[in-house]
């Protein structure tokens, strides 16, 4: 694996590319972050502005999200310039005080202080986010450790999402037995249309590409990112994992068998001592 075939594999299939600007910009207008991960709301509810870096910010729906709703200026960086295209223009369809910033950038060559409009004297901000994105750079651990030395503030926060160790098992298990039975691309989509409750088929079809047919993925436990946030002086705050983590291959096989949807995925909060 190369982070080129990863970039390739993007440009050719964009993730959570709707069927057009007009519906994504919709999706952006019609519920805040906040109705979708409202344990965020201390952190981006705030009477002043905050400055928020998005990694992996893809087509752009929380970067947008945090500017429209959350009195947030937002940068969204993205390797792939099929997707910074298509959060740009979704962004002109918004009616943000802030418009948000989306740069092609790759995560590890990074460095906010050198990019025009910084966030704040010291180029680092009091909000990072990444979501489902650090599983596929092929060094996570690194990733994540660039994300909390560089990128935030002291007292700020940072909300990732990963696939889990445990959780992701049962999906992935499901689509390589369809594999190698030699099930078709098309029958295996069937298969995920059963699971998913997205109803645009463009939008569906992203998301089967990138939960089934990505070249590299890697998956992770919360004890895990315990040991790298404190290795980088940070403290964990929260997590959406609940109890002894391998219960959750149990879990999904569950919803798997209900014809539920569950990709495996967790999220956690930090802040930066």
């Not at 310039?81 to 918004?94: G, Q």
């Not at 939960?211 to 404190?230: A, C, D, G, R, W």
């Amino acid at each position: 694996m190369t982070i080129a075939n990863v970039l390739k594999f993007y440009e050719k299939n964009p993730f959570n590319y709707g069927q057009s600007v007009k519906k994504q910009t919709e999706a952006v207008i019609i519920k805040k972050i906040t109705d979708y991960y409202p344990n965020l709301a201390p952190y981006i509810n705030k009477k002043e502005t905050i400055d928020a870096l998005e990694v992996g910010c893809g087509t752009g729906w929380f970067s947008n999200g945090l500017a429209l709703h959350h009195n947030v200026w937002a940068v969204g960086i993205d390797f792939n310039k099929i997707a910074i295209k298509r959060a740009t223009d979704v962004k002109e369809n918004l009616p943000c005080i802030r418009p948000p910033q989306f740069l092609i950038r790759d995560l590890f060559k990074y460095i906010p202080a050198t990019e025009a409009r910084l966030s704040g004297k010291t180029g680092k901000f009091d909000f990072v986010s990444s979501l489902g994105v650090l599983h596929h750079t092929g060094y996570m651990p690194n990733a994540l450790k660039k994300i909390c030395c560089d990128f935030v503030k002291p007292e700020g926060h940072i909300f990732i999402g990963l696939y889990h160790k445990y959780g992701r098992k049962p999906f992935l298990e499901e689509f390589k037995k369809l594999k190698n039975r030699g099930t078709s691309e098309e029958d295996m989509f069937s298969r995920y249309r059963e699971l998913s409750p997205i109803k645009d088929e463009t939008l569906l079809r992203s998301w089967f590409i990138d939960q089934v047919l990505h070249p590299y993925e890697t998956s992770h436990t919360l004890e895990e990112i315990k040991l790298i946030l404190q290795e980088c002086d940070m403290t964990l705050i929260e997590s959406s994992i609940k109890g002894d983590e391998e219960e959750l291959e149990l879990i999904a096989q569950r919803k798997l068998e209900e014809n539920k949807y569950w990709p495996g995925f967790f999220t956690f909060v930090a802040r930066k001592n």
